[in-house]
C-alpha cells in the first residue's frame, strides 16, 4: 500500500480577506469558497491535510470591538482574541471546505482544533515587541489606550500610532497528538489559525497564555514537523519569491536547494515585514526533515501550475 | 479488557461565570479551574470523555461588542460569534484541564473542537423565536437596533426590550466521527460549547448557518448519543431536581425511572426556562439508548456524592 502524502498548506490572509476590499463576512465566505478549490486540487491528488490560515485583519477587528466596549463588556486579553478568531475562521473555512467536498462527492470530513503553541518564556521578542497589532491612533488617542491597558506602542512616522506585541518564535504544538492523529486517518484538520495561541511552559510545568502573537508561517512549518508531514504549501499573493525584490535585475525563484536559499535569506534578500518569515518557515522545515517547501500563490494553485511557476525549496 | 466508560459531561454557565460575580476573564480561569476538580473525578474513574459547555454570558457579551462597534468593525452573524466562543471558551477549559492533569501527572490529551449542529430547515421555533439572547434595551433603543440588524424582540413587562432568536432541536452532530475517535483513543474533547453552530442542510446537500442558538443540554444528548457514550452528566447549580419547587411539597428526585420522569415532564412540572431542557435532555439520551444520565451539582461531583444526593435517570 502506497502510503498517502501528507501536507500542511498555510493560506495567506488575502485568501479570506484580501487588501481593498470591504470587510464583511459575506465577503470573507465568498472568498474561502473561491480559496478552497486550490485544496481541492491537493484532495484530488490523495493528500492528508492540515490547513493553516492568518487572522490580522479578523483579530485587529476583534481588539477593536473590545477597546469599543471596555465599559460595557469584560475586557479579552489577545490569546482569547486569537482563539475566538480560530473558532469563528475555523468554522468558515470547514463549512466552505465542506461544501465543496459534497458538490464534488468527495468523502472526506473536516474539523477546525484551537491549537496552542510553545513558546519560549526567554524568547527576545518577548521584551522588544514590534509585531503592529489592531487599529492605527493619533498620539492622542493611544496615550489613553496605553494607560487603560498597559499597551506597549510605537510610531510609525506619517501614519500614525499602533500597538505592539512580541511574536515569539513557535517551538511545539500543544496539541499535536490529536492533530495527527486525525490528519493520518483522512480527517482534514484546520489548525493553528492566527499562528496559534501562544503559550509558556512555567517553571513548575504548567501551561500560561500571554499577550503576543505567533508567526503563521513559522507555526505552520512547526505543525507540519510535529504532525511528520512532507510537505508544505505557503499560499499567498504572488506566484514566486523574488531576489532583488522591485529592481530592474529581479529574478524570480523556481527550485532552490535550501543552502542556496538560506545564502540569500543570510543576504538580507527577504524583509521581515513580507517575505522573510516565509522564507525563514520553509528554511526550517527542510531543516526538520520536510521534503519540500512550496511559495506560491492561490492562483497557481488552482491552475496546476505551480511545479512550474512556483518556488520550490528542495533539501 | 475491560473497555473504558465513555461519559459526555455539560458544564453548566456557573461553573465558568457563576451568577452575582463580576464577568473577568480571569474569574472566568479562576472558575473554570475549580470547576475541573469535578471533572478530574471521572478521569479518576477511568471514563472517557467529552465535555461541553454554555456560552450565556459570553456570547451576550461577543453580541454587544460587535453592536458596539457596528460601524467601525464588520458585523458577525450569531453563528460566528457562537463558534468565537467554542474558541476562546475552549481554549480556557482546555488549558486549565490541561493544567491540572499536569498537576495530577496524569497523562492524558485534551483539544477543544468547532461543532456544527445539524438542525431541521422546518424546526417550529425558526417562525416562533422565543430565546431571549444579549442585552436589555429600553423600547426606543431597541427600535434602533431591529430596523439596522433586522432583528426579532420582545417586551418583558417591568424588564424591558430584548433580542429573541429560535432555539431549534438539534439532530445531529456533523463533526460527530472525528470527535468520537479523539474520545475513543483517551483523549478528552471539548465541543459543542453553547450548544454548538446551528447549521442547515439545504435541499442541494450543503451546509448553511443562520442565526440562533441550541440549547447546550438538548446538544449534549445528541452528542452522548452520537460518540456512543453510555453516561450523561448534566451540571448544574442544584443537587438534584425537583418537583412541586418553591412549595411546602417540594420533593427532590433521586434515581428515577425515564417513564416516572416522563409522566412528571408532561405534567408540566419543569419550567421551559429553567430545569425543563435538562430534564428532556436526560429523557432523550435513555431514549436514545443510553444507560443513565445523572442531573447534579459540581460540588456533589467534587465530593463524590452524586451516587445518595444527585438525580440519577435510569432506562
Known amino acids: 500500500m502506497t502510503k498517502n502524502k501528507t501536507a500542511v498548506i498555510a493560506l495567506g490572509g488575502n485568501a479570506i480577506s484580501p487588501k481593498g476590499e470591504i470587510d464583511t463576512i459575506a465577503n470573507q465566505f465568498n472568498n474561502t469558497r473561491k480559496s478552497l478549490s486550490a485544496i481541492m486540487h491537493f484532495l484530488h491528488e490523495g493528500y492528508h491535510l492540515a490547513i493553516t490560515h492568518g487572522n490580522g485583519p479578523q483579530v485587529g477587528n476583534a481588539l477593536l470591538r473590545v477597546e469599543l466596549s471596555i465599559d460595557k463588556a469584560p475586557v479579552l486579553p489577545l490569546g482569547i482574541c486569537v482563539a475566538d478568531t480560530e473558532g469563528g475562521m475555523g468554522y468558515m473555512i470547514e463549512q466552505s471546505l465542506q461544501n465543496a467536498l459534497i458538490t464534488d ?23 522588544n515587541p514590534t509585531k503592529y497589532i489592531g487599529s492605527w491612533y493619533t498620539g492622542d488617542e493611544i496615550k489613553g489606550l496605553t494607560e487603560k491597558f498597559g499597551w506597549q506602542v ?108 538560506k545564502a540569500l535569506f543570510d543576504e538580507g534578500q527577504f ?25 506560491t500563490s492561490l492562483e497557481m494553485v488552482q491552475k496546476g501550475l505551480f511545479g512550474q511557476k512556483g518556488t520550490i525549496v528542495i533539501p
Chains 1, 2 share one sequence.
Open 105 to 127: 462527492k468527495f468523502d472526506r470530513e473536516v474539523v477546525s482544533i484551537i491549537t496552542q503553541v510553545v513558546v519560549d518564556t526567554d524568547d527576545p521578542s518577548i521584551n
Open 154 to 261: 510605537r510610531e510609525v512616522p506619517g501614519k500614525g500610532w499602533r500597538r505592539v506585541v512580541p511574536s515569539p518564535i513557535p517551538r511545539q504544538i500543544i496539541n499535536r497528538k490529536a492533530i495527527k492523529h486525525l490528519v493520518d486517518i483522512g480527517i482534514i484538520v484546520i489548525a493553528a489559525g492566527g499562528g496559534g495561541i501562544p503559550v509558556f511552559i512555567m517553571d513548575n510545568g504548567l501551561y500560561e497564555g500571554f499577550d503576543a502573537v505567533i508567526d503563521k508561517d513559522l507555526a505552520s512549518a512547526v505543525l507540519a514537523r510535529d504532525i511528520e508531514a512532507q510537505e508544505l504549501f505557503i499560499l499567498t499573493d504572488v506566484d514566486q519569491v523574488a531576489i532583488n525584490y522591485g529592481q530592474s535585475n529581479e529574478e524570480k525563484l523556481g527550485t532552490i536547494h535550501v543552502n542556496d536559499l
Open 271 to 295: 524583509p521581515p515585514g513580507n517575505m522573510g518569515p516565509k522564507v525563514q518557515a520553509a528554511l526550517n522545515f527542510i531543516e526538520y526533515g520536510g521534503q519540500s517547501v512550496t511559495i
